[in-house]
């Protein structure tokens, strides 16, 4: 069940989702094999060893919050920039195919890797589009603390769950889902509160795949005509 879409939710959703699928970074490709099965474990235990999907999403996390404040000023003058850089970190890690089929849900039955790819990129650039500046206005003044990695079931990836914790107010969990392949670590999915990437797009395009092909989608979320909507 999707959870019930606070105002706190509303508010953060959109940013943090950004901020989150920008984290966990390209760093995730040096993990070992065997992280995949490795058991729920507390992160300040022997998860934690370097090389560790949870000390990989600490650590880039880390980084890129620190990046967007001593980069700020040349972001709010460069926007190109600013888009450069997400979609760098971006692109590296997140598993943008398999995450679109998971969005696409029933509709991907039989769908050709070419119309989930073009689903995929646009899905991803409008997201990028609507809420990569706002990383201007987010605080970037955050501890980050990795909880927990553990296996999901049927051994299909890893669950990495972190907060982000704000000087004033309750700690924003932040979770990761990641998968192999090949010889990667890709994240499919992020949760922010609770709140799925997967699910919220899910549920906001079902309607339109309803009455439209995957490719007319596709093409309606490149030009504008649609926009993917994280605070949904």
Not at 17 to 29: K, Y
Not at 134 to 159: C, H, P
Request: proline fraction near 4%; charge should be positive; charged fraction near 25%.
């Amino acid at each position: 069940m999707t959870p019930i879409m606070t105002p706190m939710k509303t508010r953060l959703l959109p940013v943090l989702a950004v901020v989150a699928l920008a984290t966990a970074v390209p760093a995730l490709a040096q993990t070992a094999a065997q992280n995949a099965a490795a058991p729920a474990r507390p992160a300040s235990a022997s998860a934690m060893m370097q090389g560790s999907p949870s000390q990989l999403v600490l650590n880039n996390s880390q980084r890129v919050l620190s990046t967007l404040e001593k980069r700020r000023g040349e972001f709010q003058k460069n926007r190109g920039a600013l888009r450069d850089f997400i979609s760098t970190e971006f692109n590296a890690m997140f598993d943008r195919d398999y995450a679109a089929r998971l969005v696409l849900g029933r509709h991907a039955r039989g769908a050709s890797d070419e119309d989930v790819k073009l689903f995929a990129d646009a899905l991803a650039d409008n997201l990028m589009a609507r809420y990569g500046s706002s990383l201007l206005d987010f605080n970037t003044q955050l501890r980050v603390r990795v909880k927990s990695e553990k296996a999901l079931e049927r051994n299909f990836g890893v669950k990495v769950s972190s907060e982000f914790l704000r000087q004033a107010g309750e700690p924003i969990p932040v979770d990761y889902l990641m998968r192999k392949t090949g010889t990667q670590w890709k994240v499919f999915d992020v949760m922010v509160e609770g709140v799925s990437y997967v699910q919220t797009f899910r549920s906001q395009f079902d309607a339109e795949l309803q009455r439209k092909t995957i490719r007319q989608v596709a093409t309606e979320l490149r030009n504008g005509q649609l926009k993917a909507d994280a605070g949904q």
